[in-house]
Protein backbone atom coordinates (compact mmCIF):
# COMPACT_ATOMS: atom_id res chain seq x y z
CA UNK A 1 0.00 0.00 0.00
CA UNK A 2 2.21 2.85 -1.05
CA UNK A 3 1.79 6.47 -1.12
CA UNK A 4 -0.14 7.88 -4.12
CA UNK A 5 2.68 10.18 -4.87
CA UNK A 6 5.55 10.09 -7.74
CA UNK A 7 8.82 11.65 -8.36
CA UNK A 8 8.66 14.69 -10.50
CA UNK A 9 9.71 15.39 -13.83
CA UNK A 10 8.60 19.25 -14.55
CA UNK A 11 7.61 20.91 -11.01
CA UNK A 12 5.48 23.58 -10.77
CA UNK A 13 4.22 25.81 -7.80
CA UNK A 14 6.34 23.81 -5.14
CA UNK A 15 5.53 23.84 -1.82
CA UNK A 16 7.79 23.56 0.71
CA UNK A 17 7.98 20.42 3.20
CA UNK A 18 9.54 20.00 5.71
CA UNK A 19 10.22 16.38 7.71
CA UNK A 20 11.91 16.33 11.45
CA UNK A 21 12.16 14.59 13.50
CA UNK A 22 15.12 12.38 16.15
CA UNK A 23 17.29 10.34 14.42
CA UNK A 24 16.27 6.71 13.55
CA UNK A 25 12.55 8.04 13.30
CA UNK A 26 12.12 6.70 10.43
CA UNK A 27 12.37 10.24 7.98
CA UNK A 28 14.24 9.12 4.77
CA UNK A 29 12.16 5.89 4.94
CA UNK A 30 9.12 8.16 4.70
CA UNK A 31 10.30 10.20 2.04
CA UNK A 32 11.52 7.01 -0.08
CA UNK A 33 7.26 5.91 0.31
CA UNK A 34 6.57 9.01 -0.84
CA UNK A 35 8.93 8.84 -3.85
CA UNK A 36 7.05 5.31 -4.55
CA UNK A 37 10.69 3.38 -4.53
CA UNK A 38 11.70 0.92 -2.67
CA UNK A 39 12.27 1.16 0.79
CA UNK A 40 15.81 -0.22 1.77
CA UNK A 41 17.70 0.38 4.81
CA UNK A 42 19.87 3.69 4.56
CA UNK A 43 22.60 5.36 6.35
CA UNK A 44 21.75 7.90 9.12
CA UNK A 45 21.52 11.14 6.98
CA UNK A 46 24.04 13.39 7.10
CA UNK A 47 22.69 17.26 6.12
CA UNK A 48 19.24 17.05 4.22
CA UNK A 49 18.00 15.10 1.23
CA UNK A 50 16.05 16.80 -0.96
CA UNK A 51 13.24 15.41 -3.29
CA UNK A 52 11.10 16.88 -6.00
CA UNK A 53 7.50 14.59 -5.38
CA UNK A 54 4.24 15.37 -6.96
CA UNK A 55 1.56 13.86 -4.15
CA UNK A 56 -2.25 13.86 -4.51
CA UNK A 57 -1.96 16.35 -7.37
CA UNK A 58 -0.05 19.05 -5.66
CA UNK A 59 3.65 19.04 -6.33
CA UNK A 60 6.33 19.31 -2.55
CA UNK A 61 9.99 20.01 -2.31
CA UNK A 62 10.24 17.55 0.45
CA UNK A 63 13.36 18.09 2.65
CA UNK A 64 14.25 15.32 4.74
CA UNK A 65 16.73 16.85 7.50
CA UNK A 66 19.29 14.24 9.20
CA UNK A 67 17.86 13.92 13.08
CA UNK A 68 20.97 13.24 15.00
CA UNK A 69 22.00 16.22 17.91
CA UNK A 70 24.51 17.80 15.96
CA UNK A 71 22.52 17.88 12.25
CA UNK A 72 19.67 19.23 14.63
CA UNK A 73 21.16 22.55 15.18
CA UNK A 74 21.26 23.44 11.67
CA UNK A 75 17.41 22.47 11.10
CA UNK A 76 16.44 26.11 11.43
CA UNK A 77 18.13 27.47 8.43
CA UNK A 78 15.89 25.81 6.03
CA UNK A 79 12.83 26.96 7.63
CA UNK A 80 12.54 29.56 5.68
CA UNK A 81 8.81 29.54 3.29
CA UNK A 82 7.89 26.40 4.82
CA UNK A 83 4.38 25.63 3.75
CA UNK A 84 3.75 22.55 5.68
CA UNK A 85 5.77 20.11 8.11
CA UNK A 86 6.33 16.33 9.38
CA UNK A 87 7.40 15.56 12.13
CA UNK A 88 8.07 12.09 12.33
CA UNK A 89 8.08 9.52 15.68
CA UNK A 90 9.17 6.67 16.44
CA UNK A 91 6.36 5.39 18.22
CA UNK A 92 8.60 2.05 19.76
CA UNK A 93 10.65 4.45 21.57
CA UNK A 94 9.40 5.20 24.39
CA UNK A 95 12.76 6.10 25.91
CA UNK A 96 13.41 9.33 23.63
CA UNK A 97 9.72 10.51 24.07
CA UNK A 98 10.79 13.70 26.11
CA UNK A 99 14.23 14.48 24.25
CA UNK A 100 11.59 14.28 20.74
CA UNK A 101 8.89 16.45 22.72
CA UNK A 102 11.25 18.99 23.57
CA UNK A 103 12.71 19.12 19.78
CA UNK A 104 9.20 19.63 18.68
CA UNK A 105 8.80 22.63 20.98
CA UNK A 106 11.82 24.38 20.31
CA UNK A 107 10.54 23.70 16.27
CA UNK A 108 7.86 25.19 17.09
CA UNK A 109 8.99 28.52 17.97
CA UNK A 110 10.93 29.07 14.83
CA UNK A 111 9.22 32.45 13.25
CA UNK A 112 9.68 30.59 10.20
CA UNK A 113 6.76 28.21 11.03
CA UNK A 114 4.83 30.55 12.49
CA UNK A 115 1.09 29.25 11.71
CA UNK A 116 2.56 26.20 9.27
CA UNK A 117 0.39 23.41 10.13
CA UNK A 118 2.22 20.11 12.12
CA UNK A 119 1.28 16.54 10.71
CA UNK A 120 2.93 14.13 13.51
CA UNK A 121 3.73 10.66 12.00
CA UNK A 122 3.29 7.99 14.95
CA UNK A 123 5.62 5.69 13.00
CA UNK A 124 6.92 2.09 12.91
CA UNK A 125 3.14 1.49 13.73
CA UNK A 126 3.37 -1.93 12.19
CA UNK A 127 5.54 -3.23 15.37
CA UNK A 128 4.18 -4.82 18.13
CA UNK A 129 5.22 -2.25 20.76
CA UNK A 130 4.19 0.65 19.07
CA UNK A 131 2.45 3.07 20.96
CA UNK A 132 -1.24 4.07 19.26
CA UNK A 133 -1.39 7.60 18.21
CA UNK A 134 -2.96 8.91 21.18
CA UNK A 135 -0.19 8.45 22.99
CA UNK A 136 2.02 9.52 20.83
CA UNK A 137 -0.12 12.41 21.19
CA UNK A 138 -0.08 12.67 25.12
CA UNK A 139 3.87 12.18 24.96
CA UNK A 140 4.11 14.54 22.51
CA UNK A 141 1.90 16.70 24.52
CA UNK A 142 -0.11 18.19 21.15
CA UNK A 143 -3.14 19.31 23.03
CA UNK A 144 -1.00 21.77 24.12
CA UNK A 145 -0.55 23.50 20.72
CA UNK A 146 -2.64 26.35 19.89
CA UNK A 147 -1.11 28.59 17.02
CA UNK A 148 -1.89 26.05 14.35
CA UNK A 149 -3.46 22.83 12.93
CA UNK A 150 -2.38 19.70 13.71
CA UNK A 151 -2.41 16.23 13.16
CA UNK A 152 -1.43 12.55 14.32
CA UNK A 153 -1.49 9.84 11.76
CA UNK A 154 0.22 6.50 12.83
CA UNK A 155 2.32 5.30 9.65
CA UNK A 156 4.82 2.61 8.60
CA UNK A 157 7.70 3.46 6.42
CA UNK A 158 7.92 0.63 5.20
CA UNK A 159 4.54 -0.38 4.32
CA UNK A 160 3.24 2.87 3.25
CA UNK A 161 0.40 2.68 5.88
CA UNK A 162 -1.13 5.37 6.61
CA UNK A 163 1.06 8.00 4.61
CA UNK A 164 -1.61 8.68 1.92
CA UNK A 165 -3.94 9.67 4.78
CA UNK A 166 -1.26 12.09 6.48
CA UNK A 167 -0.73 13.55 2.62
CA UNK A 168 -4.24 13.93 2.25
CA UNK A 169 -4.50 16.23 5.34
CA UNK A 170 -1.68 18.26 4.43
CA UNK A 171 -3.19 19.20 0.61
CA UNK A 172 -6.62 19.86 2.81
CA UNK A 173 -4.97 22.24 5.44
CA UNK A 174 -2.68 24.02 3.04
CA UNK A 175 -5.80 24.96 0.84
CA UNK A 176 -7.82 25.77 3.51
CA UNK A 177 -5.23 27.97 4.45
CA UNK A 178 -4.29 29.76 1.09
CA UNK A 179 -7.84 30.31 1.13
CA UNK A 180 -8.20 31.78 4.47
CA UNK A 181 -4.58 34.45 3.34
CA UNK A 182 -6.81 35.18 0.12
CA UNK A 183 -9.69 36.39 2.10
CA UNK A 184 -7.28 38.23 4.84
CA UNK A 185 -8.21 36.17 7.54
CA UNK A 186 -5.39 34.00 8.12
CA UNK A 187 -4.47 35.55 11.68
CA UNK A 188 -7.52 34.04 13.50
CA UNK A 189 -6.01 31.39 16.55
CA UNK A 190 -6.11 28.41 15.49
CA UNK A 191 -7.34 25.51 18.29
CA UNK A 192 -7.57 22.14 16.26
CA UNK A 193 -5.97 18.99 16.25
CA UNK A 194 -6.98 15.46 15.16
CA UNK A 195 -5.61 12.05 16.29
CA UNK A 196 -5.69 9.26 13.65
CA UNK A 197 -4.59 5.72 14.48
CA UNK A 198 -5.16 2.82 11.68
CA UNK A 199 -4.88 -0.06 14.54
N1 LIG B 1 9.56 -1.63 11.21
C1 LIG B 1 9.75 -0.39 10.75
N2 LIG B 1 11.00 0.08 10.56
C2 LIG B 1 11.14 1.34 10.09
C3 LIG B 1 10.03 2.16 9.77
N3 LIG B 1 10.49 3.35 9.33
C4 LIG B 1 11.84 3.27 9.36
N4 LIG B 1 12.22 2.07 9.83
C5 LIG B 1 13.61 1.63 10.05
O1 LIG B 1 14.19 2.51 11.01
C6 LIG B 1 15.55 2.77 10.69
C7 LIG B 1 15.79 4.26 10.53
O2 LIG B 1 15.08 4.74 9.39
P1 LIG B 1 15.51 6.08 8.62
O3 LIG B 1 14.48 6.32 7.59
O4 LIG B 1 16.91 5.99 8.18
O5 LIG B 1 15.42 7.13 9.81
P2 LIG B 1 15.74 8.69 9.77
O6 LIG B 1 14.68 9.35 10.59
O7 LIG B 1 15.89 9.15 8.37
O8 LIG B 1 17.12 8.78 10.56
P3 LIG B 1 18.28 9.90 10.43
O9 LIG B 1 18.64 10.03 8.98
O10 LIG B 1 19.38 9.37 11.29
O11 LIG B 1 17.72 11.18 10.99
C8 LIG B 1 15.86 1.96 9.42
O12 LIG B 1 16.41 0.72 9.81
C9 LIG B 1 14.48 1.76 8.81
O13 LIG B 1 14.41 0.60 8.00
C10 LIG B 1 8.71 1.62 9.97
O14 LIG B 1 7.68 2.26 9.75
N5 LIG B 1 8.65 0.34 10.46
MG1 LIG C 1 17.48 9.96 7.31
Redesign the pocket.
Given at each position: MGANCAALQRPRREHKMMVL?L???????ILLQMKQVAVV??A??VGFNLESIRCQDLDFAVW?L???AKNRQMWRIYFKNTISFIF?FDSTDRGRSVEAREELKEVLKDDNLRGVCLMVLA??S??PEAMSSMEVAEELELAHITDRKWSVQS????SGQGINQAIEWIKETISEREYKKNLGSSRQTIREGSVNDNK
Open positions: GDNAGKTSPVSTDGGEVNKDLTSAT
